[in-house]
């Protein structure tokens, strides 16, 4: 019944190594998200996909390639960690907004990545 | 720049009274704004959104109040409870963009 999942929950991992995070959400809904929760509790918007077409890239580093398999499915892959890279990262899905609809953003329990 | 400012120092209050916690905006015409729970490793859930043109808005023991000449929104819980303890986290969304944009956040801290 998670209507927003995220794997794994938790992700520890070396300096310059490669790592994904995947998401998935069974509530219908066309545009999802990911967003980055910094150690100051800042939540930022880094992607935002709506049927499966990035809409919004924020100024995010390449090195984070999100991809989108189709609308209930948005992984996030980041090469060449970095120590920056620490924070918890998390999913959300929202109905399709440009018809009207309203923003309101259903979150996945998140991903806390800790780069050593 | 546009900024949104929530208190950043936590709201310790007893329980069965009033908690109300401040949102501050700067720079923004937010076509609505959204209120946020944030509970400890786990991510935000929804609570109320509250539109432009509307003054406040209620859902059981929470209130909302919308005011755009002053750039702020109040939210109140009323009869609070230990269980209310948590982060709350306000967020704007302006006419065009359909990204609302989130405030660090306020932590509520209920005492029994």
């Known amino acids: 019944d998670t209507a927003v999942s995220q794997t794994p929950k938790y992700l520890v991992t070396q300096m310059g190594n490669d790592k994904s995070i995947k998401c998935e959400q069974n509530?219908?809904?066309?545009?999802m998200y990911w967003y980055k929760q910094d150690s100051k509790k800042f939540l930022k918007i880094m992607f935002s996909?709506?049927?499966?077409?990035?809409?919004i890239n924020e100024t995010v580093p390449n090195r984070f390639s999100p991809k989108s398999p189709d609308k209930a499915h948005l992984n996030l892959h980041i090469n060449s960690l970095e120590l920056g890279d620490s924070a918890v990262y998390f999913c959300?899905?929202?109905?399709?907004?440009?018809?009207?609809?309203?923003?309101?953003?259903?979150f996945g329990p998140g991903t806390r990545l800790l780069v050593l | 720049s546009q900024k949104i400012e929530q208190n950043s120092e936590a709201l310790n209050i007893q329980e069965g009274k009033t908690a109300t916690l401040t949102c501050n905006y700067t720079?923004?015409?937010?076509?609505?704004l959204q209120w946020y729970r944030q509970d400890p490793g786990r991510g935000p859930v929804f609570l109320l959104l509250?539109?432009?043109?509307?003054k406040e808005k209620r859902k059981e023991r929470l209130k909302v109040t919308f005011d755009t000449t002053l750039k702020q929104s109040l939210f109140h819980i009323t009869a609070s409870q230990p269980a209310d303890s948590a982060t709350y986290l306000c967020?704007?969304?302006?006419?065009?963009?359909?990204?609302?944009?989130f405030g660090r956040g306020t932590s509520l801290i209920v005492h029994p």
């Open positions: 509530l219908g809904h066309d545009t």
């Open positions: 509250i539109r432009e043109n509307e």
């Open positions: 967020a704007l969304s302006s006419g065009g963009s359909y990204i609302p944009t």
């Open positions: 720079n923004y015409s937010p076509a609505y």
């Open positions: 996909y709506n049927n499966k077409e990035l809409i």
């Open positions: 959300a899905s929202s109905q399709d907004l440009r018809d009207g609809g309203l923003e309101t953003q259903y």
